[in-house]
Nanobody, 117 residues
Framework: QVHLVESGGGLVQPGGSLRLSCAAS????????MGWYRQAPGKQRERVATITSGGITNYAGSVKGRFTISRDNTKNTVYLQMNSLKPEDTAVYYC???????????WGQGTQVTVSS
């Protein structure tokens, strides 16, 4: 059973930075693609960034150049470094873990990020 635990969310002023972490257990982490998604109130969940098992990254246009996704396979952890945060980045951020068995992907419980002065 894959278990994901996110941390690092909080309240930050516009222009500030936060780093989210997602620790995985019970998984073939190093072989799995990982990602960060977010959902703002009244909006659909959207992809923020993904990283393949080989380290290839992909970003939504709205965060490109400001956010960086990375992974540490020795710690079974994926990170999202968020810089130059904007109020529109406010959302619940979810960690996503590829299901190598072909079923539904795994999701974390979410961590709230609020960007406000």
């Amino acid at each position: 059973q894959v278990h994901l635990v996110e941390s690092g969310g909080g309240l930050v002023q516009p222009g500030g930075s936060l780093r989210l972490s997602c620790a995985a257990s019970g998984s073939l982490f190093s072989f799995s693609a990982m990602g960060w998604y977010r959902q703002a109130p009244g909006k659909q969940r959207e992809r923020v960034a993904t990283i393949t098992s080989g380290g290839i990254t992909n970003y939504a246009g709205s965060v490109k150049g400001r956010f960086t996704i990375s992974r540490d396979n020795t710690k079974n952890t994926v990170y999202l470094q968020m810089n130059s945060l904007k109020p529109e980045d406010t959302a619940v951020y979810y960690c996503n873990h590829q299901n190598l068995g072909g079923g539904d992907d795994y999701w974390g419980q979410g961590t709230q990020v609020t960007v406000s002065s």
